[in-house]
């Protein structure tokens, strides 16, 4: 089946701009997470929803991001007043559930986001 | 918090050589550790993950890792590595109960003809 996608993959934007980022997770996954990934880092969580709510937002750095799930499959990460240390790419993964911790997360390519 | 440390961040090795990739984590309450692998130009893949039971496990290309609670350590090995095995490698942790996951630096393994 298909997996996890994300649009665009690839974004330049100029520093101040609005931007929104979307994931498609897996059909019947319920959980889905947004990390980001700086240059030579590993991952880093931002936010986790369990159907349409935000269950961890602890990893958004900043009131500039925020993410939604309205229908409880399709997300969008939205960054208001982008600055030039957003950019990084941006990954996505669903897995089946997330309250146990122990179902494979399924990433996709992810959106290499560029502030100019 | 919990944290994770990769020791190297490059590992260069011949082929057909062993390999250990290293892995630390920091935790004050139980964990699942994972490894995941990025091939060039692909997504993240899970390799192999530690939930309970036996602390050795193994992945379907000959990867295997070792959960070892004393040490904190949840290495990766591989006793001959091929050309295809080029990729980089990440650790992971997730606390039991919880969802995110926590990932280390990340260490790139080349493999030299």
């Known amino acids: 089946g298909a997996g996890v996608s994300q649009t665009p993959s690839n974004k330049v934007t100029e520093k101040g701009k609005y931007v929104e980022l979307r994931c498609d997770p897996i059909?019947?996954?319920?959980?889905l997470y947004w990390y980001r990934q700086s240059l030579g880092q590993g991952p880093e969580f931002l936010i986790y929803f369990q159907g349409t709510g935000a269950a961890d937002d602890s990893g958004l750095p900043n009131d500039r991001f925020f993410a939604v799930r309205p229908e409880g499959s399709v997300s969008t990460l939205k960054i208001q007043r982008t600055e030039r240390g957003d950019s990084a790419v941006y990954l996505c993964?669903?897995?089946?559930?997330?309250?146990?911790?122990?179902?494979?997360?399924?990433f996709g390519p992810g959106t290499r986001l560029t502030v100019t | 918090a919990q944290s994770v440390t990769q020791l190297d961040s490059q590992v260069p090795v011949f082929e057909e050589a062993p390999v250990e990739l290293r892995c630390n984590y920091s935790?004050?309450?139980?964990?699942?550790l994972f490894w995941y692998v990025q091939y060039p130009n692909q997504g993240l893949q899970l390799l192999l993950k530690y939930l309970s039971g036996s602390t050795l496990v193994e992945s379907i290309n000959g990867f295997e890792a070792e959960f070892n609670k004393s040490q904190t350590s949840f290495h990766l090995r591989k006793p001959s590595v091929h050309i295809s095995d080029t990729a980089e490698y990440f650790c992971?942790?997730?606390?039991?109960?919880?969802?995110?996951?926590?990932f280390g630096q990340g260490t790139r393994l080349t493999i030299n003809p």
């Open positions: 059909s019947g996954h319920t959980a």
């Open positions: 935790s004050s309450v139980s964990v699942y």
């Open positions: 992971a942790v997730s606390l039991k109960g919880a969802q995110k996951l926590v």
């Open positions: 993964a669903s897995s089946l559930e997330g309250t146990s911790g122990s179902y494979e997360q399924y």
